[in-house]
C-alpha cells in the first residue's frame, strides 16, 4: 500500500496502490495528508467514522478524497491511518472507513500547499494482478 507523487505541470498527482480497494483509498487519504504536510509528522491520535457511495469506483474516490478535504477545512483534521472498506453493492460503490489522524498545529505541521479539490482529470482505477492502483490529480 502505498503512494508516488508524479510531475504534473499545474497540480499534484499521485499514482497510488493497494492490495484491496480499502488500502487503495487509505493510499489516497495519506498522499492527501502528504501533499498538504510531511505525513511522517502527523499521529494518529484521534478517529472518525465516515460513509459514502457513489455511482463508481473513480467517483468514489474523488468524493471520499473531497470528504477528507472537508474535514480538514471544517474540523481541521488530517489523516493517516485507518480502517477502510470499499464494496460494489446493488450497482453502486460504498466506502465505510473509521480513520485515524490528528488536528492539525501550524507550530508542528508546516504547509506544503493547499488542497483545493481532487479532480477527475487523468483519474484511473485498475485492478492488476492482485493489485489496485490508481491516479489522481489534486487540484492546489
Known sequence: MG???IDHTADVAADLDGRSQGELFLSAARALTD???PI?????VVTQSDTLEAPTIEDLLVDWLNELLYLFEVQNVLFVDGEVSVAERD????V???VAGEPFDPDRHPVRVLVKSATYHGLRVTHEQGTWRARIVLDI
Do not use: D
Open 3 to 5: 503512494h508516488a507523487f
Open 35 to 37: 501533499t498538504i504536510t
Open 40 to 44: 511522517e509528522g502527523v499521529g494518529a
Open 91 to 94: 450497482g453502486r460503490w460504498h
Open 96 to 98: 465505510s472507513a473509521t
